[in-house]
DNA sequence: TGCAATGATTGTAC
DNA sequence: GTACAATCATTGCA
């Protein structure tokens, strides 16, 4: 039974011959015999059973009604199962997620039988031990006078007993429910790709925004409106992406390229039908209806720049709307003190955000960069800004 | 099957 | 509350 890389159970070598067969897990790849576990689990609940029982059961009774294992049957912990889809994220897996949901009902609903049958049993045979126990009684009744009291205090025993039987089975309960729930409610298990689309969107923000990759508020609903994603899914990818960028920036050289370029040619077509001059970004972003705007254009600089040197991308061809913003750009990149210092001679396209901390906010900052294009209503970064 | 890529979570700092 | 950094867990590809 494989849960993870690190975590498993599998049977230990095949037993010899007089030799109990043992399972053997598997945590952070070190293995632990099952049986250890199982002893320590007890000297826990050994330890569980010193507070009063009332409460503990108060606990269990009142988990067990929670999660809709006890108590009237309404959807079998449909809630729980609606948290945990919603813990899933979205991701665009609707159809995955009601999979799961009724998966996650159906093995609820197992739990709930199983736990009811048991308890009737328990029940039953409680009731069936007091009966017998009372004809006993009865019985040597004829041959010794039998007190009520001792027949209450044999009842009482027997009724002590079976709670505890019932305690532990409410317990087992708990676990399992436990289990099911953190299977469900552990997102990383659910775990889907983008798709390639979004990815492009958010990409192209990325690169686009390179010098200042914060959007604000507005920008990452309009980012998770168009990759049919949630916005902490936004947040998470732009966090995701800062960090893995900053760390190796040789490795996403490429891609900063490719979509610089992008980017370029597209404020080139745009200029080039003399329409929406100002709109020098991509049609998935800053382009679109003016969703995002141009926080910082240095970008778009360095593209233009890296492609005239490397590419034999002449000027002409970005238009002139581009080549003004370049040289407004030229200025005020001039002003916050260039961003090319100390790097590679060879890269093209510069983490010029990025400052000696390793940080993005204090080198680009709205305050200090601010886009030619951008009016004064402009959406900038998040609250860091 | 191993490994890189990637989305999500957690702990910490501000 | 947000960003960052480290880490986890899964996916997808060679």
Not at 62 to 84: F, H, Q, R, T
Not at 206 to 228: R, T, V
């Amino acid at each position: 039974w494989k849960v993870g890389p690190r975590l498993g159970i599998r049977m230990a070598r095949e037993p010899s011959m007089g030799e109990k067969r043992q399972c053997m897990v598997f945590i952070r790849e070190r293995p632990v015999l099952l049986t250890q576990i199982f002893s320590s689990v007890l000297s826990i609940r050994g330890a569980q059973e010193e507070e009063p029982p009332d409460a503990q059961l108060m606990r269990l009774d009142n988990m067990l009604l929670a999660e809709g294992v006890s108590g009237p049957e309404k959807g079998g912990g449909s809630a729980a199962a609606a948290a945990a889809a919603a813990a899933a994220g979205g991701g665009g897996a609707g159809a995955d997620n009601s999979a799961e949901h009724s998966d996650y009902r159906a093995k609820l609903s197992q739990i709930r039988q199983i736990y009811h049958t048991e308890l009737e049993k328990y029940e039953q045979a409680c009731n069936e031990f007091t009966t017998h126990v009372m004809n006993l009684l009865r019985e040597q009744s004829r041959t010794r006078p039998i007190s009520p009291k001792e027949i209450e205090r044999m009842v009482g025993i027997i009724h002590r007993k079976f709670s505890s039987i019932q305690m532990q089975l409410k317990q087992s309960t708990c676990e399992a429910v436990m289990i099911l729930r953190s299977r469900f409610l552990d997102a990383r298990r659910k775990r889907r790709n983008f798709n390639k689309q979004a990815t492009e969107i958010l990409n192209e923000y990325f690169y686009s925004h390179l010098s200042n990759p914060y959007p604000s508020e507005e920008a990452k609903e309009e980012l998770a409106k168009k990759c049919s994603i949630t916005v902490s899914q936004v947040s998470n990818w732009f966090g995701n992406k800062r960090i893995r960028y900053k760390k190796n920036i040789g490795k996403f050289q490429e891609e900063a390229n490719m979509y610089a370029a992008r980017t370029a040619v597209n404020a080139a077509n745009v200029s080039s039908h003399g329409s929406q001059a100002n709109s020098p970004a991509t049609p998935n972003s800053a382009g679109s209806a003016g969703s995002f705007n141009m926080s910082n254009s240095g970008d778009l600089f360095m593209s233009v720049q890296s492609l005239n040197g490397d590419s034999g991308y002449q000027g002409a061809q970005v238009g002139a709307n581009v080549q003004s913003q370049v040289d407004t750009l030229r200025h005020v990149i001039n002003q916050t003190g260039g961003y090319s210092e100390g790097l590679a001679g060879t890269q093209m396209y510069s983490p010029q955000g990025i400052n000696a901390n390793g940080g993005w906010q204090d080198a680009a900052t709205p305050s200090s960069v601010t886009s030619p294009t951008e009016g004064p209503g402009s959406v900038h970064s998040d609250t860091s800004n």
